[in-house]
């Protein structure tokens, strides 16, 4: 669930009055529109299809998992190890959750191949249900 408003929803409300605006709308934001295939290739969109019912869970889990790590944040590798989830699902998973404004990466550090890895931390908002 999402509390922002964008400039759309609010009319020609300014940058500020989004900022401190009391009446925000508690109704959920509509899931993202699935990434689209990495090299758009026939198999690329048929697994992109397939994995499409069970995103919004897993995009819960990789959620979750940053959330877990706090201040410390996390690298893509190392929420393929706490979550037990292909790389090649997580990825996708970040680029939603950054779409969403539930993450942001900020930084690098070492990946296991030793090279720089972006590290990913949860923005917290102030709601009821976040797991954050």
Same mark, same amino acid.
């Given at each position: ?7 759309d929803?609010?009319?020609?409300a300014?940058?500020?009055s989004?900022?401190?605006a009391?009446?925000?709308d508690? %109704?959920p934001?509509? /899931? /993202?529109? /699935? &990434?689209?295939?990495? #090299?758009?290739?026939?198999? &690329?969109? +048929? ?24 201040s410390?944040g ?8 706490a979550?037990? +989830?292909?790389?090649a699902t997580? %990825?996708?998973?970040?680029t ?7 993450i ?5 550090r070492?990946? /296991?191949? #030793?090279r ?13 249900s &976040?797991?954050?």
């Amino acid at each position: 669930m999402s509390l922002h408003r964008t400039a759309d929803e609010v009319g020609s409300a300014s940058r500020q009055s989004l900022l401190f605006a009391t009446d925000y709308d508690r %109704t959920p934001a509509p /899931p /993202p529109p /699935p &990434s689209p295939p990495a #090299n758009r290739s026939p198999q &690329s969109q +048929i697994a992109a299809d397939a994995i499409r019912d069970a995103a919004p869970s897993l995009r819960a889990r990789v959620y979750e998992a940053i959330c877990r790590a706090g201040s410390r944040g996390m690298i893509r590798h190392e929420i393929v190890a706490a979550t037990q +989830i292909d790389m090649a699902t997580v %990825t996708p998973r970040v680029t939603e959750l950054i779409r969403l404004g539930m993450i942001t990466e900020s930084g690098t550090r070492p990946s /296991p191949k #030793n090279r720089p890895a972006g590290v990913l931390f949860a923005i917290h908002h102030q709601k009821e249900s &976040s797991p954050c």
